[in-house]
């Protein structure tokens, strides 16, 4: 195959028609009939962000009582979940009130959007997503947003030191070209307005080009329509890497860094060509705010910025301007966005002279995850077959980590006789006796800061990654090792700073590995009784015993054909298991029969799966006949005979098989289970 063809092949792989619509460039004629036809390509910034969130879609759901939206955008689908953010759907519902208020000009686009949590809780994240968003969407038909270039014939070109096109600096909207006397009188009469929308096109052109118009308005003495036969609009592409559209500004030594890093600075090499430092066309428009300018800039660390920079960010947020040197204040249109740790807040708050800065901040808390669920997404999303190959994670062992990191966040309960494990899971979902969605609505109200103090999800993160390259984890890692690992480190974590603090977060690891150790015994206990037979059998002798004590009726023996009485002692080896007292065990069997009843007048077939009371009684009482036989604990002697190790493998099978462990964490589960048994600890 010839180089040409191969050539082709890749060619014929790019979408044409997509290249030439991303780079289109038309008269500003043209342009006016493209803002007529769709008159949301001159949105405003905050517009164009809010609109870019909604586009992915949303979602609805209760918790708590409490009606929650959803937004996609956040849930990163497009890049496959990279930067999803879980768990924090009601501080992005903030986030994008906010955006709304500021694109319906409510007040809030004269603000800075600022994220305050405690640090690895998303901040930044969430701001990389926002600028991601708004870099794609500029690339889509209903993102589309345009600027506009001068192209100057020759004897113009004096102009821009003799070059033929001069791009305006900070990629305007075109309709700012329209003198703003007149402006809103034109968009009236050019039908710019359609389906509610109406543009807002707000202040003045940049000194360059305000320079180049004013001069071609001399030339042409004032006749505008020729002015703007020098125009060129084209297809404006957001880009971080290019610096178009979308700013990023991180504090720096304050010896290496000046406020023209967010204004711009003189371009000394140009003033040659212009003969003056005072005109704008020797000036670079690169400062930050330019940049960022028709799109998002972002300040990482905000409240460390040096006092010489609050002055730009008062004026850029209140004014909607910027100050280039020499220069008079210049229009911005953007989202200014910037996150901060708690320390540094609390640094603003007692200090009095930023009280301007506080007054223009909308502050949105951006907690950890409190609820465990959405905490284990995290790690799986890192942690899972796909990205960790060769090394196989057993079950729970995310679970777990996830489960103490909560833990650390949570304020113990104040007015409910409830563990702080038992709350964790009235966050999750689970239900508990006593509680209802009301209880747990106020659990959430009464601490308030809740989720702003704790371990911070890459803390767990560090830990899983130290075990996963650790000798013992070669094959396979496992919940007591993560969890050995986390209290480890605890010893010299640099932001704990306290032996109070230490002390509380080891306790709640054990409380961790207890809640571990009761999942793998039921687990044990349930891959043991996972006869369905067995349990059917064990089921149909206990309703026949019910059902004969109830109506005080004899049972017939199966094996000696004789009418005997109902058989207490098994009725009751059954229902001690869900802890009936013998003073409520008529009420339960009554209860029994009546469920029975009520299915049979539905024409339906009693099945014990559906009584989950039942269904676990059942579990246990087989469980309890079935140990002995099976001689678990002869795993710790390490002295099995073969009949004793053809039933441990078929437990170890339905381990693999209904609970996720491979062979060898099948094994050591079975093992830890019964040493459990070896102590006498097992119910």
Same mark, same amino acid.
């Given at each position: 195959?010839?180089?040409?063809?191969?050539?082709?092949?890749?060619?014929?792989?790019?979408? *044409?028609?997509?290249?030439?619509?991303? =780079?289109?460039?038309?008269?500003?004629?043209?342009?006016?009939?493209? /803002?007529?036809?769709?008159?949301?390509?001159?949105?405003?910034?905050?517009?164009?962000?809010?609109?870019?969130?909604?586009?992915? !879609?949303?979602?609805?759901?209760?918790?708590?009582?409490?009606?929650?939206?959803? $937004?996609?955008?956040?849930?990163?689908?497009?890049?496959?979940?990279?930067?999803?953010?879980?768990?924090?759907?009601?501080?992005?519902?903030?986030?994008?009130? /906010?955006?709304?208020?500021?694109?319906?000009?409510?007040?809030?686009?004269?603000?800075?959007?600022?994220? =305050?949590?405690?640090? !690895?809780? #998303?901040?930044?994240?969430?701001?990389?997503?926002?600028?991601?968003?708004?870099?794609?969407?500029?690339?889509?038909?209903?993102?589309? %947003?345009?600027?506009?270039?001068?192209?100057?014939?020759?004897?113009?070109?004096?102009?821009?030191?003799?070059?033929?096109?001069?791009?305006?600096?900070?990629?305007?909207?075109?309709?700012?070209?329209?003198?703003?006397?007149?402006?809103?009188?034109?968009?009236?009469?050019?039908?710019?307005?359609?389906? @509610?929308?109406?543009?807002?096109?707000?202040?003045?052109?940049?000194?360059?080009?305000?320079?180049?118009?004013?001069?071609?308005?001399?030339?042409?003495?004032?006749?505008?329509?020729?002015?703007?036969?020098?125009?060129?609009?084209?297809?404006?592409?957001?880009?971080?890497?290019?610096?178009?559209?979308?700013?990023?500004?991180?504090?720096?030594?304050?010896?290496?860094?000046?406020?023209?890093?967010?204004?711009?600075?003189?371009?000394?090499?140009?003033?040659?060509?212009?003969?003056?430092?005072?005109?704008?066309?020797?000036?670079?428009?690169?400062?930050?705010?330019?940049?960022?300018?028709?799109?998002?800039?972002?300040?990482?660390?905000?409240?460390?910025?040096?006092?010489?920079?609050? $002055?730009?960010?008062?004026? &850029?947020?209140?004014?909607?301007?910027?100050?280039?040197?020499?220069?008079?204040?210049?229009?911005?249109?953007?989202?200014?966005?910037? =996150?901060?740790?708690?320390?540094?807040?609390?640094?603003?708050?007692?200090?009095?002279?930023?009280? &301007?800065?506080?007054?223009?901040?909308?502050?949105?808390?951006?907690?950890?995850?409190?609820?465990? +669920?959405?905490?284990?997404?995290?790690?799986?999303?890192?942690?899972?077959?796909?990205?960790?190959?060769?090394?196989?994670?057993?079950? =729970?062992?995310?679970?777990?980590?996830?489960?103490?990191?909560?833990?650390?966040?949570?304020?113990?309960?104040?007015?409910?006789?409830?563990?702080?494990?038992?709350?964790?899971?009235?966050?999750?979902?689970?239900? %508990?006796?006593?509680?209802?969605?009301?209880?747990?609505?106020? %659990?959430?109200?009464?601490?308030?800061?809740?989720?702003?103090?704790?371990?911070?999800?890459?803390?767990?993160?560090?830990?899983?990654?130290?075990?996963?390259?650790?000798?013992?984890?070669?094959?396979?890692?496992?919940?007591?090792?993560?969890?050995?690992?986390?209290?480890? @480190?605890?010893?010299?974590?640099?932001?704990?700073?306290?032996?109070? *603090?230490?002390?509380?977060?080891?306790?709640?690891?054990?409380?961790?590995?207890?809640?571990?150790?009761?999942?793998?015994?039921?687990?044990?206990?349930? &891959?043991? #009784?996972?006869?369905?037979?067995?349990?059917?059998?064990?089921?149909?002798?206990?309703?026949?015993?019910?059902?004969?004590?109830?109506?005080?009726?004899?049972?017939?023996?199966?094996?000696? @054909?004789?009418?005997?009485?109902?058989?207490?002692?098994?009725?009751?080896?059954?229902?001690?298991?869900?802890?009936?007292?013998?003073?409520?065990?008529?009420?339960?069997?009554?209860?029994?029969?009546?469920?029975? @009843?009520?299915?049979?007048?539905?024409?339906?077939?009693?099945?014990?799966?559906?009584?989950?009371?039942?269904?676990?009684?059942?579990?246990?009482? %087989?469980?309890?006949?079935?140990?002995? #036989?099976?001689?678990?604990?002869?795993?710790?002697?390490?002295?099995?005979?073969?009949?004793?190790?053809?039933?441990?493998?078929?437990?170890?099978?339905?381990?693999?098989?209904?609970?996720?462990?491979?062979?060898?964490?099948? +094994?050591?589960?079975?093992?830890?289970?019964?040493?459990?048994?070896?102590?006498?600890?097992?119910?």
């Amino acid at each position: 195959m010839s180089s040409v063809s191969l050539v082709d092949r890749v060619a014929a792989l790019q979408d *044409q028609k997509r290249y030439e619509d991303l =780079h289109w460039s038309g008269t500003f004629e043209e342009y006016l009939d493209l /803002v007529r036809k769709n008159p949301r390509v001159a949105r405003t910034a905050y517009e164009r962000l809010y609109d870019m969130v909604l586009s992915h !879609g949303t979602e609805e759901y209760v918790d708590s009582k409490k009606k929650i939206t959803r $937004y996609r955008f956040f849930q990163d689908e497009v890049h496959e979940g990279r930067d999803a953010i879980f768990g924090l759907d009601i501080p992005l519902m903030r986030l994008v009130s /906010v955006l709304k208020a500021a694109a319906l000009r409510y007040g809030t686009e004269r603000r800075i959007i600022l994220l =305050h949590g405690p640090v !690895g809780s #998303s901040k930044s994240t969430i701001a990389r997503l926002l600028k991601k968003g708004i870099e794609e969407y500029s690339r889509s038909p209903e993102g589309a %947003l345009y600027t506009y270039e001068w192209t100057l014939p020759e004897g113009l070109r004096y102009l821009t030191a003799g070059q033929e096109s001069f791009s305006s600096p900070m990629n305007e909207e075109p309709l700012k070209l329209i003198p703003s006397d007149v402006r809103e009188q034109a968009i009236t009469s050019l039908g710019l307005e359609r389906d @509610g929308f109406r543009p807002y096109i707000r202040g003045n052109l940049n000194p360059a080009c305000r320079f180049i118009f004013r001069e071609l308005m001399l030339h042409y003495k004032g006749d505008w329509s020729k002015v703007v036969r020098h125009v060129r609009v084209k297809r404006l592409l957001l880009s971080e890497e290019d610096r178009i559209g979308i700013g990023t500004f991180q504090p720096k030594d304050e010896k290496n860094q000046d406020s023209t890093e967010l204004t711009g600075d003189i371009n000394y090499r140009r003033i040659a060509e212009y003969g003056s430092d005072t005109d704008p066309r020797a000036f670079n428009f690169d400062g930050e705010f330019n940049v960022a300018n028709r799109g998002v800039i972002e300040f990482v660390e905000i409240l460390k910025l040096d006092v010489a920079f609050l $002055y730009d960010l008062l004026g &850029a947020t209140q004014e909607q301007k910027i100050k280039p040197k020499k220069f008079a204040q210049t229009d911005i249109d953007e989202v200014i966005i910037g =996150h901060t740790n708690e320390a540094e807040y609390n640094r603003l708050l007692e200090n009095k002279f930023m009280e &301007a800065l506080r007054d223009r901040t909308v502050k949105i808390d951006v907690p950890y995850i409190t609820k465990l +669920s959405e905490e284990i997404k995290i790690y799986a999303k890192d942690y899972n077959p796909k990205k960790v190959r060769g090394r196989f994670i057993a079950p =729970h062992t995310l679970e777990m980590a996830a489960m103490w990191a909560i833990l650390t966040r949570l304020e113990d309960p104040k007015k409910h006789q409830l563990s702080l494990l038992q709350k964790l899971k009235l966050f999750d979902g689970k239900t %508990l006796p006593g509680f209802t969605q009301d209880s747990v609505k106020e %659990l959430r109200k009464e601490a308030i800061r809740e989720g702003m103090e704790g371990i911070s999800p890459r803390y767990i993160q560090d830990k899983i990654a130290n075990c996963l390259v650790s000798e013992r984890g070669q094959m396979s890692i496992n919940p007591f090792m993560v969890l050995n690992e986390l209290e480890g @480190g605890l010893r010299s974590h640099s932001l704990i700073n306290n032996d109070d *603090q230490r002390k509380r977060y080891t306790e709640l690891l054990a409380v961790v590995k207890q809640e571990y150790e009761d999942i793998v015994k039921n687990e044990v206990q349930r &891959a043991i #009784s996972a006869d369905a037979d067995a349990i059917a059998r064990l089921c149909g002798n206990y309703i026949d015993n019910v059902k004969a004590y109830t109506q005080r009726e004899k049972v017939k023996n199966p094996y000696t @054909g004789q009418d005997e009485e109902p058989d207490e002692r098994l009725m009751r080896s059954i229902e001690t298991k869900i802890d009936i007292p013998e003073s409520r065990k008529d009420d339960f069997r009554r209860e029994i029969m009546n469920y029975i @009843g009520a299915l049979a007048i539905e024409g339906k077939q009693f099945d014990y799966r559906t009584n989950e009371r039942l269904y676990k009684a059942l579990e246990l009482k %087989l469980f309890e006949d079935q140990k002995d #036989s099976i001689k678990l604990t002869s795993l710790v002697s390490q002295v099995v005979d073969r009949e004793a190790q053809e039933k441990i493998d078929v437990v170890k099978q339905r381990l693999i098989r209904n609970y996720g462990y491979d062979e060898i964490s099948a +094994s050591d589960v079975l093992t830890y289970v019964a040493s459990i048994f070896a102590r006498g600890e097992m119910k």
